[in-house]
């Protein structure tokens, strides 16, 4: 498993490590996986108007997450689970509004599934 970044502010890029415990972090300057979801951005105005950032900010704080709100956090994110050789993308979430994840079981369900399809 890995994480992607898109930008590095001073101290950022470690702060977030700890929450991706012993999994790598990368940094995306050029924002290729990003582009690869679809270059998506949520607007200022619709993303504080919505009820759903706020249940997801709620969440997150009540989880134990403490953000902050340096840098650009309108680029949406999202999850792949890419399988091996030709298997392609087993699992596509890409987030909505800030604070959307994945469903667990989904991403654990298409991780099982990673190389049963390969020929032996």
Known sequence: ???LVHENLPGELKG??????DYPVYLDEEKNFFKALGDRWLGIISGFTSSRVW????RAKN???KGNLKGEGRLLGGVLVVGKGDEGVLADF???VWGDH???KDILEACKKIGKNQEK
């Open 55 to 58: 249940k997801n900010v709620d």
């Open 1 to 3: 498993m890995h994480a």
């Open 16 to 21: 977030f490590q700890r929450y991706w415990k």
């Open 102 to 104: 994945a469903d667990p």
């Open 94 to 96: 890409r987030e909505e």
């Open 63 to 65: 989880g134990g997450y």
